[in-house]
């Protein structure tokens, strides 16, 4: 018995029959139904419940795998959604369907869809936990091991990418893969510079404005998530799911700190929720937080609203809090929330 499509898809072919049904909508009411439960959640989660978060990456990345696994290209989608408005509405609905979500919470209570239910976002942080233990290092070790961490994977990636190059339609077809180097040289400036340093974390408002230009003017970019469910193996994807994971080995979720075009968006439209992570108390400069928090939103009592993706981890130590800011309070929605001096 033969299959026309991989061993890792074969749970595709039981959906085939009952494809174009309600069934189709399943992934996108269980979507919003986690949301929901999420938003409900997180301002009452005592840390000692964080597991709750694991639960709803798992079972997020679960439903991505079986129900969305062609690729997880929300950015991509929207614009292609609209193009179709007027000659396939159902199928402008369903592309749009997703990113209307994802945008509705994220403006209503920051970058949870990043934290909580993003199946990437989930295997860099798992694989940060590698950089995690690294940067307890004495400053020097730790750098020079990053260092060359990160020359060897640059050495395999630029092999690879060379391995797998295509004959034609270099930047299209290469765009996943470009991406993917783009991370590593980040990192190597990251590195000299403190990882939570906002000019290094703002490359991924280029990384998004690049992104978008190329989708609207019909480049197919792909992504590191594109090279496991897409309907063929796209090798540029391959390259950039390596890279991105290794980049995560020698810092902590690097890819969403500096590159990821979707979450440089969500970043952005963060900025207006009005739940978020505040702290109201002098800092003590004990780094305890900078440590803790895999994103490095956070800097001597200082949170970055556009980093932040509401794990929650923080909570109670130093004086971090939730709070709701409405229009009224003192802290309008900014990039930091600076903590107010102590009194003299």
């Given at each position: 018995m033969s299959f026309t499509i991989p061993l890792f898809k074969i749970v595709q072919r039981p959906l085939l029959p009952i494809a174009g049904s309600w069934v189709d909508t399943a992934p996108f009411l269980i979507f919003f139904i986690l949301f929901a439960l999420i938003s409900y959640l997180i301002p009452r989660l005592p840390r000692r419940m964080l597991w709750v978060r694991r639960v709803s990456q798992v079972l997020a990345s679960f439903i991505f795998i079986i129900f969305l696994h062609?690729?997880?290209?929300?950015?991509?989608?929207?614009?292609?959604?609209?193009?179709?408005?007027?000659?396939?509405?159902?199928?402008?609905?369903?592309?749009?369907?997703?990113?209307?979500?994802?945008?509705?919470?994220t403006l209503t209570v920051g970058r949870v869809f990043c934290g909580w239910l993003c199946p990437l976002g989930f295997f860099n942080e798992v694989i940060g936990t590698v950089a995690a233990r690294r940067a307890k290092l004495p400053p020097d070790v730790a750098k020079r091991s990053g260092r060359l961490m990160l020359s060897g994977i640059c050495l395999l990636v630029v092999w690879l990418a060379f391995l797998v190059r295509p004959s034609t339609q270099f930047l299209s077809e290469n765009a996943a893969a470009i991406w993917g180097l783009a991370l590593l040289v980040l990192l190597f400036a990251a590195l000299r510079r403190e990882p939570n340093d906002l000019s290094v974390k703002r490359a991924k408002y280029v990384s998004l404005a690049l992104w978008m230009f190329l989708s609207v003017v019909g480049v197919f970019v792909t992504s590191p998530w594109c090279t496991l469910f897409g309907d063929e193996v796209d090798y540029s994807s391959i390259v950039a799911l390596f890279a991105v994971l290794s980049g995560g080995l020698v810092l902590s979720m690097a890819w969403c700190r500096y590159v990821c075009p979707m979450g440089a968006a969500l970043g952005w439209l963060a900025q207006f929720a009005p739940l978020r992570i505040t702290n109201r108390t002098a800092c003590s400069q004990c780094g305890k937080c900078t440590s803790m928090c895999p994103m490095g939103a956070l800097d001597d009592g200082r949170v970055d609203q556009s980093s932040c993706i509401y794990c929650g981890k923080c909570?109670?130590?130093?004086?971090?809090?939730?709070?709701?800011?409405?229009?009224?309070?003192?802290?309008p929605p900014s990039i930091t929330s600076t903590p107010r001096e102590p009194a003299v």
């Amino acid at each position: 018995m033969s299959f026309t499509i991989p061993l890792f898809k074969i749970v595709q072919r039981p959906l085939l029959p009952i494809a174009g049904s309600w069934v189709d909508t399943a992934p996108f009411l269980i979507f919003f139904i986690l949301f929901a439960l999420i938003s409900y959640l997180i301002p009452r989660l005592p840390r000692r419940m964080l597991w709750v978060r694991r639960v709803s990456q798992v079972l997020a990345s679960f439903i991505f795998i079986i129900f969305l696994h062609r690729c997880l290209c929300v950015m991509r989608g929207w614009v292609f959604a609209l193009k179709t408005v007027g000659r396939n509405d159902i199928i402008a609905f369903g592309y749009l369907c997703m990113f209307a979500l994802i945008v509705a919470f994220t403006l209503t209570v920051g970058r949870v869809f990043c934290g909580w239910l993003c199946p990437l976002g989930f295997f860099n942080e798992v694989i940060g936990t590698v950089a995690a233990r690294r940067a307890k290092l004495p400053p020097d070790v730790a750098k020079r091991s990053g260092r060359l961490m990160l020359s060897g994977i640059c050495l395999l990636v630029v092999w690879l990418a060379f391995l797998v190059r295509p004959s034609t339609q270099f930047l299209s077809e290469n765009a996943a893969a470009i991406w993917g180097l783009a991370l590593l040289v980040l990192l190597f400036a990251a590195l000299r510079r403190e990882p939570n340093d906002l000019s290094v974390k703002r490359a991924k408002y280029v990384s998004l404005a690049l992104w978008m230009f190329l989708s609207v003017v019909g480049v197919f970019v792909t992504s590191p998530w594109c090279t496991l469910f897409g309907d063929e193996v796209d090798y540029s994807s391959i390259v950039a799911l390596f890279a991105v994971l290794s980049g995560g080995l020698v810092l902590s979720m690097a890819w969403c700190r500096y590159v990821c075009p979707m979450g440089a968006a969500l970043g952005w439209l963060a900025q207006f929720a009005p739940l978020r992570i505040t702290n109201r108390t002098a800092c003590s400069q004990c780094g305890k937080c900078t440590s803790m928090c895999p994103m490095g939103a956070l800097d001597d009592g200082r949170v970055d609203q556009s980093s932040c993706i509401y794990c929650g981890k923080c909570v109670g130590t130093c004086g971090f809090e939730w709070e709701r800011v409405t229009p009224e309070s003192d802290d309008p929605p900014s990039i930091t929330s600076t903590p107010r001096e102590p009194a003299v």
